[in-house]
Structures are given as structure tokens and as C-alpha cells.
């Protein structure tokens, strides 16, 4: 049975999603004013993982992940490159596209922008002004957010301390505006010659909150199973979807809230932030990181849990793929040589390691002890294929659960692409030298191989062969 943990209820409950078999999705997306952040990819990738395991559960998941593409940063961002809101926008998009990819996050997603729904965020807003929600300030339009009775709940947070901590850091005019120093914005009054639409209110763009309210509920419908996000959105930015949503339509409008926890930088734990100077960024990374070993690394750690980001967790998070593909290759080695047929204790076997993986996982995606079931089976493999005898159908049934169970954390196990004639008759060539105890010739035929990216492995079982990763 799937658990989850709700943010809301602060408890692991049963996984129901509103139609049977289907799994309505969304997760926020970044602010595209600059490369995405090892924090961004840690949420991208966590969700991913969740989405991969709910496929694999049988669910048909639709998800949506937005892209915030009008706000200060943005409009910052292009009045400092002497540029548009939507060129930034449209590069740094572009960047997001390519940098996931590398980390192997799914494309099957929906992406919509903000600028290309304002009608649709235009009309919501109407409606929570209409029904008395929200009110018209100069070509400001607030949120009476302790007009919604559940406001706090989200972040357990009790409204009159909110209005405290809000009191300390609303500017003057803006809380002259404001009818309660709580209340937040729908739609903001334009500046000067800063981006703009036309609205019932005057010229001015959507806040932050309500963008992914009528994104979500426009993609997925009114009540949606999952919501998900770094654990920083809990409040305000989920607190007010929640409010606006929940008072614009009158129904629930997440069944589960899930939050992702941060990343620290290096042994010491510090936090990511550039007036550290540690700020990571992955398109960065990835000019000299493998993206297969930042997805092991933020994969294996449960989502709800920080992750540490340090030269050791690269360097294990890279032994560890290093050990499931050499697993892998052991295995389809041994095809070569293996007999007709299956043995049952090893499939028994296997099937006992994909129980144990799917009851991990299943306690609300515990990613941690998921994978340690997959390294027990990269370990059964590799104590498969140096048995004497093998079977083709075990070792099938092997290779396809090892992809299988692996690809839900994002990693692509891949057979070497060797296929050359003429490298085949060297690794040949050679064993035929070592039989002959022709030593230079042997060694002189590893070098060459190894020049091409192929590195040779003498087991007892027969020469071996991988493509070097790079």
C-alpha cells in the first residue's frame, strides 16, 4: 500500500488519488532569469523519481511543471542586458531543457509560462474579487486572506503571528494599501514602461502566487492529487495557492502536499546562497560532471531530507554507478556463454529483491532504502555471473530489473555500443597472444583498445570488455 506524507495533515496517509488509476501532478518550476541551481534540480529530480515510481505502480501521471517567466527578477534581469522579459526567458528556458535532459529528467511534461495565460489569470482573479476575496487598490488587487477560515494551515502557522511577522517587513505604502498587513497580491500595478497587460484594473502582470493556482487547476482540474516544491514554497507561496484556489473554486485543492528539503554545501553543511560564495549552478557542474552522477546522488537521498552536496558525495554517488554498471556489463557478458533456460531459486530470488524495493518505496518514496535493494541486486548479479553455468532467462530477468529499478531513480544502464568487427578480432587476437605467452603483443593490443575507449577485464570466466565513461 502507497503512503505519503501530507504537508498538511503532517502524516503519512494512504495514497488515493481522485480518478482510479490516474495521478494529477504538478510541481513548481523555477523563475527563468538565470541558470537553474542544484536546489532547483534537487526538487526537479525528486519529483521526477516520484513520477518514474508512479508509472512503474501502473498510474497514467499527467504533470505539470510551470515556468515563471514575469516578475521583478525577471524584469531586473532584462532591463541589465539591455534586453526583453521574454528573451530572458525563452534562454534561460532553453538552458532548463538542455541541463534536465542531462540529468535525465523526463520531457513528458507540461510547461506552461505565465505570459502565455493571462486572460485565463485575469478571469480568476475577477472571480475572487466578485465573490468578495479580493478587493482593488489603485491597480493593486489584494487576497483577504483571513477571509479564508483555514489560512495557516498549510505551514501550521497561527494567523495572528503571521500578521506580526508581516507588519515587520510590508513597507509603509504597501501597508497603506492593504486592509490587513496579511492580505497578498493577485495582480500587481504597472511601473513606469515595465512589462504590462491590460486588466479590468489597469495596465499591470499577475503576483507570483496566483500564476500556478490557475495553471494547475487549468492542466489538471480543480482538485489535484499531488502538489510539490522545495520545502522554502511552503509558506507563503503554497499557503496562498492554496487559499485562492480553495476560494475561487469552493473544493480541495490538493489532495497531497509534498515538500522537498534543501541542499547544503561541502562537509560543513552551509547553506547555498552567492553571498557565499557557493552558489552552484548545473549548467556549471555539468561541464565537468557527469549528469548521471548528480542524478544517483540527489535520487538516493529521500526527498524530504536535506542533501549534502560535497566532494565526497560526488565521489561515492560516482563509485556507486560505476558498481551498478559494472554490474550490468558482468551480466551481458555472460549471455554469450549462457545456456538455454531459467533457474528458479535465482529468480526467486530476484522477484524477493523487488518485493523488498517496492515496500521501501512505497513508505512514502523512501528513495533510501529503494536503493539498497538495487545495490543488493547489482550484487546478487555480480555473484550470478561467475557461476559456472548461467541460464539466458535468469540473466535477462536480471538485466531487466536492474534497468528497471535503476531507470526509476533516472539511471541509464546501457550496454557498451562495441560492435566493430575489427576490435572484436583484437580482443581475440589478444587472448590468442596470452595463450601464447606473447606478452608485448598482448599488452601492446590493451593500450590500443584502451586508446578507443574500451578497457579489458581478465576474469576467470574470460576476458571482459566496458566502454570507458567519460
Known sequence: MLQIFNTLTRKKEKFEPVTPGIVNMYVCGPTVYNYIHIGNARSAIAFDTVRRYLAYRGYKVNYVSNFTDVDDKMINAARENHTTVGAIADKYIAAFMQDTAALNISSDVIHPRATQNIPEIIDFVKTLVNNGYAYDVDGDVYFRARKFPSYGALPHIDVDQLEIGASQHVSKEEM????????????????????????????????????????????????????????????????????????????????????????????????MSKSLGNFITVHDLLKHLDGQVIRLLMATTHYRRPIQYSDSSVQEAESNLKKLQTAFNNLTYRLHNAEDGDDPKTDQEVRQIIADFTDAMDDDFNVQNGIAAVYELAKFANTYSEH???????????????????????????????????????????????????????????????????????????????????
Not at 480553495?246 to 554545501?265: P, S
Not at 536480471?398 to 555500443?417: D, H, P, R, Y
Request: charged content about 30%; overall charge negative.
Open 176 to 271: 497603506a494599501k492593504k486592509e490587513d498587513p496579511i492580505d497578498f497580491a493577485l495582480w500587481k500595478k504597472s511601473k513606469g514602461d515595465e512589462i504590462s497587460w491590460d486588466s479590468p484594473w489597469g495596465k499591470g502582470r499577475p503576483g507570483w502566487h496566483i500564476e500556478c493556482s490557475v495553471m494547475a487547476t487549468k492542466y489538471l482540474g480543480k482538485t489535484i492529487d499531488i502538489h510539490g516544491g522545495g520545502e522554502d514554497l511552503i509558506f507563503p507561496h503554497h499557503e496562498n495557492e492554496r487559499a485562492q484556489s480553495e476560494a475561487n473554486t469552493h473544493q480541495t485543492f490538493v489532495k497531497y502536499w509534498m515538500h522537498n528539503g534543501f541542499v547544503t554545501i561541502g562537509d560543513d553543511n552551509e547553506k
Open 388 to 470: 559456472q553455468v548461467v541460464f539466458t532467462g535468469s540473466i535477462q530477468f536480471i538485466i531487466n530489473t536492474l534497468k528497471q529499478l535503476a531507470g526509476i531513480f533516472g539511471i541509464k544502464l546501457e550496454q557498451s555500443e562495441l560492435k566493430d568487427d575489427e576490435i572484436w578480432k583484437l580482443i581475440h587476437e589478444r587472448e590468442n597472444a596470452r595463450h601464447n605467452k606473447d606478452f608485448i603483443r598482448s599488452d601492446e593490443i590493451r593500450e590500443e583498445l584502451k586508446a578507443r575507449g574500451i578497457v579489458l577485464e581478465d576474469t576467470p570466466q574470460g576476458t571482459r570488455f566496458r566502454k570507458e565513461q567519460q
